[in-house]
């Protein structure tokens, strides 16, 4: 059975790593044995991240110029036949292990870039040096496989698009005994009503700042909304500043990290995605399955999947203004957040499930392996 190496940065508790543990968790040994190598955090994957997965870390430290050799050495010693390098951060290191290793097939996986839209001069140079456009790769959605393409030269033939997945019967749309009880989880009262985000790890590209901007101007006229922040990192003590200062203390709660989102989803009226970037958001996918209405920046694919949902819910990225009427629009009329929650859960369950994209991703496992190509 051939050995399939999944390779990321770090094993922060992100959208890329949540998802590729669930994807590694459906495959391993059905057509191939799968295993996740962190190059540099050394802490394990927590909560419902790990179980069950084999999970080997490098514990870089800094700027390690001979990681690479580290990495080649176990992609040799554990015979692995693939290696899937997920993201930037990874692909300097397995393009350089791999370079001397014939047997082994290189696939790089782009889930978007953290800081904008394009890619850096220094990093297309690399990339250039390394040859990385003449590889194959994946795309969690077209506009990342765009990025790809007219950022750094990739054939697009050799880019797959594979959306991300959600698990639609896990993420359920919400009875009303489901939402009492998450409401309950946040000690919310049941008259407020609430506006919520997730990012597992807040970081500037996901734009809190505008979201927060944008609730200041909703509270003047909506004296009943609460705001939800889910996640956790380094900027939460900057946002947490802003709230104060916008004198928002008792209208924002943050919630530090959450396992298991899919509990308090329920309590949300309305899902907000302010990113300025993204390659294709796990946590929209998961408020669209809930039948959350959702407002979304205007990045990645949400032009195309929101279209057809309700295209006011589309804003410009880092609009504050715009956002907060597109948002006060549904939170005055019950009717169109309705319409809206229907039309988005039944976009997940027609394109985005999770069953679907780990059948594309072992159809692509299995023909590389056997033909050496990813198809078009």
């Given at each position: ?15 890329t790593e949540r998802m590729l543990c669930r994807l590694v968790s459906a495959l391993d040994g059905v057509e191939a044995n799968h295993i ?169 590209v996901k734009g809190h700042d505008v979201l927060l901007r944008a609730f200041a101007r909703i509270v003047t006229a909506h004296p009943n ?152």
């Amino acid at each position: 059975m051939p050995t399939i190496l999944h390779v990321v940065h770090s094993v922060e508790p992100g959208g890329t790593e949540r998802m590729l543990c669930r994807l590694v968790s459906a495959l391993d040994g059905v057509e191939a044995n799968h295993i996740i190598c962190s190059l540099r955090d050394p802490r394990p994957f927590g909560g419902t991240l790990g179980d069950g997965l084999e999970i080997i870390s490098l514990s870089a430290k800094g700027r390690d110029r001979f990681l690479y050799r580290r990495l080649g050495k176990l992609i040799r010693d554990r015979g692995v036949d693939l290696v899937h390098a997920r993201n930037w951060g990874t692909w300097t290191d397995a393009t350089l292990a791999c370079r001397s290793l014939h047997n082994v097939q290189l696939l790089l996986g782009f889930h978007g870039l953290q800081n904008g839209q394009s890619f850096t001069t220094f990093q297309r140079l690399r990339a250039k040096l390394l040859n990385m456009d003449a590889l194959a790769a994946t795309a969690v959605s077209n506009a990342a496989r765009d990025v790809l393409v007219d950022g750094l030269g990739f054939n697009r033939r050799n880019v797959r698009v594979i959306h991300n997945g959600v698990n639609s019967r896990q993420f359920a749309p919400a009875s009303d005994q489901t939402r009492i009880v998450a409401r309950h989880r946040l000690k919310l009262r049941g008259d407020r009503f609430i506006i919520g985000s997730v990012a597992n790890f807040f970081e500037r590209v996901k734009g809190h700042d505008v979201l927060l901007r944008a609730f200041a101007r909703i509270v003047t006229a909506h004296p009943n909304a609460h705001l939800i922040l889910v996640g956790y990192g380094p900027l939460e003590s900057e946002l947490r500043s802003q709230v104060k200062d916008l004198g928002l203390c008792d209208r924002v709660t943050f919630t530090g990290r959450v396992e298991r989102v899919e509990r308090i989803l329920p309590a949300f009226d309305v899902f907000v995605c302010s990113s300025h970037s993204e390659g294709l958001s796990n946590a929209v996918l998961e408020a669209m399955a809930v039948s959350l209405p959702c407002v979304v920046t205007d990045v990645s694919d949400h032009r195309q999947m929101f279209d057809s949902i309700d295209p006011d819910l589309i804003i410009p990225p880092n609009d504050d203004a715009q956002m907060a009427t597109s948002i006060s629009r549904l939170m005055n009329d019950p009717n169109k957040r309705s319409a809206a929650g229907l039309a988005a859960r039944s976009l997940v369950e027609t394109e985005f499930t999770f069953d679907a994209c780990s059948a594309s991703y072992a159809r692509m496992y299995d023909q590389l392996l056997t033909c050496s190509a990813v198809p078009a």
